[in-house]
């Protein structure tokens, strides 16, 4: 192999990380215009990269299936050729199946799967395929049955790539706690895709059923899925089928794991190792010596425990010692590097599993890790030496309901999450919508176009916004303006009892109670805005006035008494003063008016004359004369007689 210096080196790497990427979405991709985009892209890198190292048997297999899927079968024989004694991989050799069967030469195409059925004897698609390449060598026509089981198959094929590509994207996530739940939840998907498999492939054993592909299909999704014993019937109608199926016997193996029968299991993945091919021989080899070491282990502690004729603690005493750890959680005395003593502790008790299932869960709360817990129980059965059915039960139960209990966990935190990003947009529409209305406010007072009547209306809107202070802020300037820097202190007072104020909230309310307690300059801003409420109530009241004197005019000429006049208008606040002023001014331009004021001023002098006082004729006229008047008559009155007796006196 040629040598390549470190700038190749770098280039060559680069050239992976291209050319990787670029297989990933060939595969995902279903357009065939944009596959053929890619295929053309991957074919260039691929030929850049051979460039610089043009001996590398990975980089021309590549490139075969390049020119494949571009049709340009020629080039992919030319480079399946140079390979030629370099490798015998299954790739290369599928590779060049591929180029014979699409070249019409199906001998050739036979003759390549079964070399690669020698390598995987098992492999039930390598079978299917031969089945269909030599009916196209003899040009018999592809029955309905077969093209109907193609179909289903490629309905399979489809659902399986989704579920690579979930799985590959659950690898992205940038930390383990993120990777664990984006892992979870994925799985969830995962999860329902084998039940659309399982369907399928259930589908095609009801009408074939002698379908090994289908069954094992079926196989694998009823385990994936949880549904071990409809598993476990199909593992026994497949090995029916096909004594050796490595996948059946490899699935059953699991099963055996699950419940707990070492025994079983090594029986099963012994078959495995005796047919399997290579690299599933290498992963069986693997589990087997597990399973013979923990076989091993639990016979030891077995007959190290007849031997010893340990004597465990009672089930009263096993659950009084739980009790007290419970008890030391609850009032803090225990922490998560002690629940490891404590676990060891409990094994002097009988019915340790009930034990690690409590000790488990207590240590789960201290370190809110409830995959801590689950995998504590796992680690328990699997290294258990010997574990009874029930023990297996309960542990398994109490591993379910930890899951169940991790789900709604889950649930409960996006139903948590989707109901905060409701609430913050709640808030943020609120705090628009305040901004808005607090604007229109502000506006409106600086222009004096807010009345004290519409304050109610205006509070109660202020009020059912969101951001308390800023709207308790607004409601207190808006008193400040209307009314007083008094009444906007008694308001803001009110608000300062509300019982859920925020830290915040308290803070503000405080703040602005001090700023109307203290001696300050008012701003201009506050001093315009009490001008234009000053100068809007005088025009009022002097539109209120002339309003009143309209109204007192109209009453005198329909004859009513001055004293008729100030009942009437009495909760008006006008004085009598006024009604007499009015009385005189119109008086004097009017005929009637004038006539009556006579006739009234006569009967107050013949009243006055006849000895009474100047407040009693006032009442007895009911006003219609000034008390300053009648005051003047009356002197005017006893002067003359006093006149008159000196007169006679003389």
């Keep these: ?24 979405e060939e595969r995902k991709e ?47 024989r030319e480079i399946g050729n140079t390979l030629l004694g370099q490798t015998d991989s299954k790739g290369y050799i599928n590779a060049l199946a591929l180029i014979e069967k699409k070249s019409g030469n199906y001998d050739k195409a036979i003759g390549y799967i079964k070399r690669l059925l020698e390598k995987e004897p098992n492999n039930q698609a390598l079978r299917k395929e031969l089945e269909m390449l030599e009916y196209q060598k003899e040009n018999k026509p ?96 497949l090995l029916h089928l096909e004594e050796k199926d490595e996948i059946g016997l490899w699935y059953l193996s699991e099963i055996q794991r699950d419940n707990g029968d070492l025994e079983g299991e090594r029986q099963t993945l012994g078959q495995i190792l005796e047919n399997a091919e290579p690299g599933t021989q290498i992963k069986a080899a693997q589990r087997l010596t597990i399973v013979e070491a923990r076989i091993e282990q639990r016979d030891k502690r077995k007959e190290m425990r007849e031997a ?55 240590e789960a709360k201290i370190t809110d890790d409830k995959e801590q817990k689950i995998k504590r129980l796992e680690d328990y059965i699997e290294t ?50 305040q901004r808005e209305y607090s604007k229109d406010i502000i506006a409106k007072l600086n222009k004096g176009e807010i009345t004290q009547d519409e304050l109610p209306e205006i ?13 308790i802020f607004l409601i207190t300037k808006l008193y400040e303006a209307l ?57 009022e009241e002097r539109y209120h006035k002339k309003i009143q004197k309209e109204k007192i005019k109209q009453w005198l000429e329909e004859g009513k008494t001055v004293k008729q006049i100030f009942n009437l208008l009495k909760d008006s606040g006008t004085t009598l003063k006024t009604i007499i002023s009015v009385k005189g001014k ?40 000034p008390i300053s008047t009648l005051k003047q008559m009356n002197r005017t009155i006893r002067k003359q007689e006093m006149e008159v007796k000196d007169g006679i006196e003389h």
């Design 483 to 539: 009314y007083s820097r008094e009444r906007a202190y008694d308001e803001l007072i009110k608000y300062s009892n509300i019982s859920d104020l925020s830290p915040d909230e308290k803070r503000q309310i405080a703040q602005m109670q001090k700023a109307l307690t203290e001696p300050h300059k008012e701003t201009d801003t506050m001093k315009r805005i009490k001008g234009i409420y000053k100068r809007k109530e005088e025009k």
């Design 142 to 237: 592809i029955s309905k049955e077969m093209i109907e089981k193609r179909n289903e198959y490629k309905k399979i094929a489809t659902l399986e790539r989704k579920i690579r590509n979930i799985e590959n994207s659950g690898k992205k996530a940038e930390d383990s706690k993120s990777r664990k739940n984006k892992f979870q939840t994925l799985q969830k998907q995962n999860i329902g895709i084998y039940q659309q498999i399982g369907r399928i492939a259930e589908s095609i054993v009801e009408k074939y059923p002698e379908e090994i592909v289908a069954r094992e299909k079926l196989v694998k999704a009823l385990y994936i899925t949880g549904e071990k014993e409809q598993a476990t019937q199909q593992i026994e109608t």
């Design 384 to 433: 258990k030496d010997s574990i009874t059915s029930e023990e297996y039960a309960r542990v398994q139960e109490e591993i379910s309901r930890t899951r169940s209990e991790m789900e709604e966990d889950q649930m409960m935190e996006a139903y948590l999450d989707q109901k905060e990003e409701k609430e913050k947009q709640k808030r943020q529409q609120s705090n628009i919508e």
């Design 459 to 471: 509070i109660k809107k202020l009020e059912g916004f969101m951001d308390r202070a800023r709207s």
């Design 30 to 76: 279903r357009n065939w215009d944009k596959r053929r985009k890619i295929n053309l892209e991957l074919k260039e890198n691929l030929e850049k990269a051979l460039e610089i190292t043009p001996n590398d048997i990975g980089f021309k297999i590549d490139l075969m299936y390049v020119y494949i899927n571009l049709k340009e079968l020629e080039k992919a």
């Design 308 to 362: 010893l004729q340990i004597k465990y603690a009672t089930e009263e005493e096993r659950k009084k010692f739980i009790e007290e750890v419970q008890q030391d959680f609850l009032y803090g005395r225990i922490g998560k590097k002690d629940i490891q003593a404590k676990i060891e502790e409990a094994k002097k008790y009988v019915n340790f599993d009930r034990s690690l299932i409590d000790l488990a869960d207590i």
């Design 1 to 24: 192999m040629n040598q390549i210096n470190k700038e190749e080196e770098k280039k060559i790497r680069i050239y992976r990380s291209i050319i990787f990427r670029l297989s990933k």
């Design 586 to 625: 119109y008086s004097k331009g009017n005929e009637v008016l004038e006539s009556r004021r006579k006739m009234i001023e006569e009967d107050a002098q013949a009243l006055l004359k006849g000895g009474y006082t100047p407040d009693e004729v006032f009442e007895i006229i009911e006003y219609d004369v």
